[in-house]
Nanobody, 121 residues
Framework: QVQLVESGGGLVQAGGSLRLSCAASGRTFSRYAMGWFRQAPGKEREFVAA?????DSTAYAKGRFTISRDNAKNTVYLQMDSLKPEDTAVYYC?????????????????WGQGTQVTVSS
């Protein structure tokens, strides 16, 4: 199993940047493909970005975001630039054991508790 803890959320003005972090417990972080999702009030959770277990493959729903990982630190990051008010949501990181890239909520086994991102206009 793996436990995930997100951090780095907060309030930012439109056009600003934030970097979210997701720290994973355990010694086998490199076994897990990772993803970021977000959920705004009244909306379904949606895919934001994903990265393979080695970090050599990525996928995105948003062109302004960059996902990366540091397997030595058991951490995955989401760099968010040029933020817009519509990016306001709770952001979740997710993990699943296996090779490849995964872009749907059903494909992930483990979830963090989420971190709030609020973008003011």
């Amino acid at each position: 199993q793996v436990q995930l803890v997100e951090s780095g959320g907060g309030l930012v003005q439109a056009g600003g940047s934030l970097r979210l972090s997701c720290a994973a417990s355990g010694r086998t972080f490199s076994r897990y493909a990772m993803g970021w999702f977000r959920q705004a009030p009244g909306k379904e959770r949606e895919f934001v970005a994903a990265i393979s277990r080695s970090g050599d493959s990525t996928a995105y729903a948003k062109g302004r975001f960059t996902i990366s990982r540091d397997n030595a630190k058991n951490t995955v990051y989401l760099q968010m630039d040029s933020l817009k008010p519509e990016d306001t949501a709770v952001y979740y990181c997710a993990a699943r054991d296996g090779y490849g890239i995964f872009t749907t909520t059903l494909q992930y086994n483990y979830w963090g508790q989420g971190t709030q991102v609020t973008v003011s206009s």
